[in-house]
């Protein structure tokens, strides 16, 4: 595991981090701080419109689902900012949710009456890969998920 500048462990970026810094992997990022406020799902959807410039609508339209769930999930269940890291690798998409809760997110089961509790389970369903680091510290966690494109 490595520690990055922002204090999340478990994820390799090979360079200095930063909105929108290509690295030296040939991966691009673009790191958010969203405050707590259920207005800010639009701009991180905005966002990550942005960092998937050039990507399938279909893709694009995935990620923006996924994250306005964890977005959900980390307003509703965690503390402090919310941090959206999106990270373009060739033939994949990342993006990580972070916010100051440690307190990992759990798969409810839920009713057909419930209207509320299927994040992840979306996020199982429509993700190729997804979980949870912890952030350096015990002081959060970062959620994340990985889609395929066709770059």
Not at 31 to 38: A, I, S, Y
Not at 42 to 49: G, K, P, Q, T, Y
Not at 62 to 87: K, M, P, R, Y
């Amino acid at each position: 595991m490595v520690d990055d500048p922002e204090g999340r462990v478990g994820a390799s970026h090979g360079g200095q981090l930063g909105r929108g810094t290509r690295l030296n992997t040939g991966q691009q990022q673009r790191r958010v701080v969203l405050q707590r406020n259920p207005s800010e799902g639009i701009r991180a959807r905005r966002e990550i419109a942005r960092a998937c410039d050039g990507l399938g609508k279909d893709t694009v339209s995935t990620a923006q689902l996924l994250a306005s769930e964890l977005f959900s999930n980390a307003l509703d269940h965690g503390e402090g900012d919310i941090v959206l890291w999106v990270t373009r690798l060739p033939g994949e998409l990342r993006v990580d949710v972070a916010d100051g809760s440690p307190t990992p997110p759990r798969v409810r089961t839920v009713s057909l009456q419930d209207v509320r509790g299927r994040g992840l389970l979306i996020l199982e369903a429509l993700a190729y890969r997804w979980g949870v680091d912890t952030v350096e510290k015990g002081r959060g966690k970062s959620v994340w998920f990985v889609l395929r494109t066709a770059e």
